[in-house]
């Protein structure tokens, strides 16, 4: 995109665009098979292991690393690659959002379901929390997801 003219447009735009393609692919980004994978991996942070619902300790996040670096290497190489880059923007936006009012929190909202889902269909409303959850966790800590990158 850098010879791209984005006069007229705004950062905004160039968000919705990308974000219609990541919501018209086959699959979320982190393909529905891992979805299990990945909301498991948080089992270790949270305040009471055998409660899903039970919140993040965080005193206890980065036990969770470990096991979410093993999911991302689980998932096929481009959707790894993906991941990586999405990660590493959306972080970048974050680490901004004193001017730009975009949290992880906010982020993640916009762009949870084009990364971590369920089948559409079966995807509750504490699914989409878990899955939330997830990916703020990953965006706050990207850098320890760059397996594998040079």
């Known amino acids: 995109g850098k010879g791209l003219d984005w006069d007229g447009y705004s950062v905004y735009d160039a968000a919705s665009c ?6 018209h692919l086959p699959e979320p980004v982190i393909p529905y098979e891992f ?11 949270r305040n009471d292991p055998l409660d899903p619902n039970s919140g993040l300790n965080p005193a206890h996040i980065l036990k969770s690393i470990a096991p979410l670096q093993q999911a991302v290497t689980s998932i096929p190489p481009l959707n790894r690659h993906l991941l990586v880059y999405l ?5 970048v936006f974050a680490s901004k959002s004193d001017e730009n009012l975009m949290t992880s929190e906010r982020l ?11 089948v559409p269909n079966k995807m509750s409303a504490d699914d989409h929390a878990r899955a939330s959850e997830t990916m703020v966790l990953m965006v706050e800590n990207q850098d320890h997801f760059l397996i594998g990158m040079q």
């Open 87 to 91: 990660l590493d923007i959306l972080a």
């Open 18 to 23: 990308f974000l219609r393609y990541l919501k």
């Open 35 to 45: 979805y299990e994978r990945f909301i498991f991996a948080l089992q270790p942070a």
């Open 108 to 118: 993640v909202a916009a762009f949870q379901p084009a990364l971590l889902s369920r």
